[in-house]
């Protein structure tokens, strides 16, 4: 079952089950801003990262999402100008 990962792994901002994010096949979890940034490629796995689907309510209510959070210990990217 699909992990739906709390928060994106560049940046820690939350992200609920309802929020729009990216992941690719190993469940690393993204938002939107910073896929962008990584072109749609994920840093750990060099995977695609592509739109994580929504678990409908009542399924959330029986499989709940993930509160691990994970936060890469090194920057996803270099900041801008740099």
Excluded: W
């Excluded at 072109?39 to 709940?64: F, Q």
């Excluded at 210990?73 to 270099?78: H, K, L």
């Amino acid at each position: 079952m699909l992990q739906l990962r709390p928060n994106c792994e560049c940046c820690d901002t939350d992200l609920p089950p309802e929020a729009e994010a990216r992941i690719c096949s190993f469940e690393c979890t993204f938002c939107p801003a910073c896929a962008s940034q990584l072109n749609s490629t994920c840093p750990n796995c060099s995977g695609e990262l592509v739109k994580r689907p929504v678990r409908t309510a009542g399924k959330l209510a029986a499989h709940p999402a993930s509160t691990k959070r994970i936060y890469r210990a090194t920057p996803c990217f270099s900041p801008a100008g740099t």
